[in-house]
């Protein structure tokens, strides 16, 4: 499977929770199930040779969650990078997040911290996880960042373009992704990479994330691979 990969595969974990439900367990036994899924979906994805993956591993929005939720979810995610840093080295992974870091405890941005700057030099695949994160909460802060700088007398507003906004945005250093997958059958984006999704195909898939295998991953990109993309452009007549 060499024709037509994507470069950069976007993923909405969702239905963590349904999964828990449909089985008669607490909420956490679905994180759980979702991060074991995750981490098998990184290897396929190694093996299939995609450079770059996002994960929406949780939004602004679910900080309004029960705060026992939340701090299960923390207390995953703690657990998940501490014991998954060795795994993207041997990997060769390099590990970024983006997010508003100030809403998470402080262990925490201290284990992104040292998870990034170990596996900066890494160039095997680059995985993106967005944490406390919020597509219009990173559109503002760009256009706060160019404010602020336009005030200073740093940049005149007729020289703001596209190409330099996007150099605000946290994902400066990414190129935009090309697939957006979305598991649990719902069929929105819900305000993750709203800038970057503008031209990427869509492809939303019945089961719930801890599901995910390797096998719908291959079936997304074979989906991916039938699209005509044109960006906007009119279809060649003939």
């Known amino acids: 499977m060499t024709k037509g990969i994507p ?34 979906l990184l290897k396929a994805a190694i093996d299939i040779g995609i450079p770059y993956m996002t994960f929406y591993s949780f939004s602004s929005e679910n900080w309004s969650r029960p705060q026992s939720e939340i701090e299960d979810i923390m207390g ?53 996880m967005a944490l406390s994160y919020g597509g219009r909460q990173e559109i503002v802060e760009a256009a706060r960042q160019m404010a602020v700088r336009v005030s200073n007398n740093e940049l005149s507003p007729d020289d703001i373009s596209e190409e330099l906004f996007e150099r605000s945005l946290y994902t400066k250093d990414i190129p935009d992704p090309d697939l957006l997958i979305r598991t649990s059958g719902e069929m929105r984006i819900s305000n993750f990479l709203l800038w970057q999704l503008a031209y990427s195909e869509m492809v939303f898939v019945e089961k719930n994330w801890p599901d995910f295998t390797r096998d719908d991953l291959v079936w997304a990109i074979e989906e991916y691979q039938k699209r005509d993309r044109r960006y906007g452009a009119a279809a060649e007549a003939g």
């Not at 349904?18 to 089985?23: D, E, M, S």
């Not at 840093?85 to 997040?97: N, Q, S, Y």
């Open 76 to 128: 995953l995610l703690r657990r998940y990078l501490q014991s998954e840093l060795a795994t993207f080295h041997k990997a060769g992974i390099r590990l970024k997040v983006i997010g508003e870091r100030s809403r998470l405890a402080k262990d925490i941005v201290q284990l992104i911290d040292d998870a990034e700057q170990q596996t900066a030099e890494n160039d095997k695949m680059t995985v993106v």
């Open 7 to 40: 470069n950069h595969i976007a993923v909405i974990m969702d239905g963590n929770g349904r999964w828990a439900k449909a089985r008669r367990l607490p909420r956490a036994f679905g994180h759980r199930k979702g991060a074991e899924a995750l981490r098998e």
